[in-house]
């Protein structure tokens, strides 16, 4: 009768370690599993956060355009050389659009909408990776759409000024036939007041995308290092 209890007592015990082994196997596959998709999804939101500094890189280079010639344009009020507007503009848009248009920012997000929509960048492991995800997403690049949004609105009162003032020069082709127009313009108190107004905001708009593209480059740093150590 013992040794059937004994027997039965260490069958049971090696079910009973069977069973806790089979879960210890199973919890550490399920974490491999949710490691390895954590370190896949850090991958493709690195290559994300690459595609929004060589997005963001381009249009730190047009804002740098617009407001030299924004500069350039308010310093020489009243006394504008026509052939420098023409060098100067050369290279992209016309002179009056420069002035008066604005820069639509629209950043690289389809992968992040992804990994947020099915939770995968709430069970990223490093917390201050998830905090600067969501401030480089979310928060921060909502600055900069109120940025826009503000040069945007004063665009459509600056032209609707140009559409009724002087609408020879909308085409913005300075030649023999519209300089007297051009001269015109560049003598106009209101046109001044609006150029410097949005070139005020175009410079408000260029630091700020210059500061984001430094903090998107600081959490590339970090999700890289994070990579190489999970991946060694």
């Known amino acids: 009768m013992k040794n059937i209890l004994a027997r039965g007592g260490v069958e049971f015990l090696a079910v009973f370690i ?23 999804n850090l991958q493709s939101l690195g ?12 249009k730190i280079t047009q804002y740098e355009r617009d407001i030299n010639i924004g500069e350039y344009v308010i310093e020489n009020w009243g006394i504008v050389d026509l052939d420098s507007i023409r060098k100067l503009t050369s290279d992209g848009r016309e002179i009056i659009l420069t002035l008066k248009a604005y820069r639509a920012i ?27 995800v969501d401030n480089l997403y979310e928060v921060f ?26 609408p020879m020069i909308l085409d913005g082709e300075i030649n023999k036939s519209n300089e007297a127009n051009y001269q015109r313009f560049f003598n106009d108190k209101i046109a001044l007041g609006y150029t410097k107004e949005k070139t005020h905001l175009k410079r408000f708009i260029y630091r700020l995308i210059k500061t984001y593209r430094l903090e998107l480059q600081g959490l590339r740093e970090k999700i890289n290092y994070f990579v190489q150590i999970r991946t060694k």
Request: no cysteine.
């Open 141 to 166: 690049p909502s600055h900069i759409v109120d940025g826009v949004e503000n040069e945007r609105v004063l665009y459509h009162s600056f032209n609707k000024y140009i559409i009724e003032e002087y």
């Open 106 to 132: 629209n950043l690289p997000i389809s992968v992040y909408n992804s990994l947020n929509s099915d939770g995968s960048i709430g069970l990223l492991e490093n917390d201050s990776i998830k905090i600067l």
């Open 47 to 58: 290559n994300e956060i690459d595609q929004r500094i060589t997005y963001i890189d381009k």
């Open 18 to 40: 069977g069973i806790i082994l089979s879960l210890y196997v199973d919890e550490n596959r399920d974490e491999r599993v949710v490691r390895i998709k954590n370190i896949k």
